[in-house]
């Protein structure tokens, strides 16, 4: 067989190196014959020679398709190539590669030194029965090969592109679901404070109330007050410490303040000759549905317009209150003088002896002025002792005006006069009996 191998030509030489790593069943007598043939210097053999070389390269193609379709079917390891338009993925039977032990080199070399998790080239390897050992898809495919690699190390990445460490902590939720805030009222009238509430809203957050008049606030639980009527929404702007995000909370009821009245009024002082002297307040209130008047000296009244009379000299403050239908009040105030006590320019004392000098009494008021009046006189005891509705029926003195003189001493005196405005008005003062 040395000496056969030294006269083969270049060409034969060739094919016998590449056909030498597969193995066919050995049948000696064919063998032989092919070697004679190759030795022999005979030209006839040339044809035949080529009809042995090509069966040689069919039977070796034919052993070559054998062994890949069985290694198609083998169940050792499985490789699936996806289509171009998903993601390649490698499925191993984690089983069988745990129970399966690794093959035995066939070329009798040692591998002990081969790194773990490279694959070892499967060329020379042969069977138990000699055929060749198909080589592994991963050989024969190396693209496919590369797409499954690729696509193993993007296994933790999302469709869009952004890769998200496993590790990586979650974004805190926003603190402020399920805030809100309220109002103390929903209607109110100009010049009201409304008081604002926040709930469930954390202690580090950060505040901004637009109250919707062009006032804000930044404190947690702020108070306002509106001046003008209008409907208003209240706006508020939340974040909290850390977070970047900025909340807008807008009121779920608009906050209704009504339009107010406004009060005005004139003082008009009546002195007239023969009438009580009286102070006319004349009301100019707009939008005002009721009224109450505060005179300044313990009188009230309830009228639009009220006339009061002042029996003492001083300084009064008139306060004038008006309400409109919806609740809301406004106020307004005056400063009025009175120059001179009103006591119906009543004597001081008087001596009923029956000289022609101050034998009666009567306030000259009253026999002045046209009104009706009723005057009534009282002891230091309280009795009733005189009383007259007539002018020019003055007292004299003594009980009924009939009898002996009374004793002397201060004796009280009570005038109920009808004023110019048909309102009673009652006039007091003491008056000394002297002998």
């Known amino acids: 067989m040395a000496g056969s191998k030294n006269n083969l030509d270049a060409f ?8 030498e790593h597969y193995e066919v069943p050995y049948n000696s007598a064919d063998w032989t014959q092919m070697e004679r043939a190759l030795t022999s210097g005979v030209r006839g053999w040339g044809r035949g020679r080529a009809l042995v070389v090509g069966l040689l390269v069919a039977s070796g193609l034919l052993i070559g398709g054998t062994a890949y379709f069985l290694g198609r079917d083998t169940g050792s390891q499985l490789t699936e190539v996806v289509p171009s338009n998903t993601a390649p993925i490698t499925v191993h039977d984690q089983a069988q590669e745990a129970k399966l032990p690794a093959p035995a080199p066939m070329d009798g070399a040692d591998h002990s030194n081969i790194p773990s998790g490279k694959e070892i080239p499967a060329t020379g390897m042969t069977n138990g029965t000699g055929s060749a050992e198909p080589a592994s898809r991963h050989q024969q495919y190396p693209e ?99 977070v970047g995000t900025i909340h807008n909370k807008p009121s779920s009821d608009m906050i209704v303040i009504h339009d107010a009245p406004m009060a005005a009024f004139n003082i008009m002082k009546q002195e007239y000759a023969g009438q009580v002297p009286s102070v006319h307040f004349e009301s100019r209130a707009q939008g005002a549905d009721s009224y109450h008047w505060d005179f300044g000296d313990g009188s009230v009244s309830t009228l639009p317009h009220p006339d009061h009379v002042y029996k003492q000299k001083g300084v009064y403050q008139v306060v004038q209150t008006v309400t409109n239908t919806t609740g ?48 009534a006189i009282y002891d230091p005891s309280g009795t009733l002792v005189y009383s007259t509705s007539d002018a020019t029926r003055p007292w004299c003195g003594k009980v009924k005006n009939q009898g002996p003189v009374c004793s002397p001493g201060e004796y009280v005196w009570v005038v109920d006069v009808e004023a110019a405005n048909r309102a009673t008005e009652t006039f007091t003062g003491t008056v000394k009996l002297e002998y």
């Open 12 to 19: 034969e030489q060739r094919l016998k190196d590449s056909l």
């Open 328 to 375: 809301c009040v406004d106020r307004k105030v005056k400063e009025l003088r009175i120059d001179r006590d009103f006591d119906m320019a009543a004597p001081k004392s008087f001596s009923p002896n029956s000289d022609g000098k101050d034998d009666n009494f009567m306030p000259q008021t009253l026999l002045d002025m046209k009104a009706k009046f009723q005057l």
């Open 144 to 242: 496919a090969s590369h797409s499954i690699a690729s696509a193993s190390s993007r296994s933790s990445t999302l469709d869009t592109g952004a890769e998200i460490p496993a590790n990586s902590p979650k974004p805190p939720a926003p603190k402020s679901a399920g805030t809100i805030f309220r109002a103390s009222v929903k209607e109110a009238c100009p010049g009201s404070t409304v008081d604002f509430t926040v709930e469930h809203m954390p202690e580090d957050g950060i505040y901004l109330w637009n109250f919707g008049d062009g006032s804000f606030s930044n404190k947690p639980n702020p108070q306002h007050i509106f001046s003008k009527p209008g409907s208003y929404q209240v706006m508020l702007s939340m974040s909290s410490v850390g």
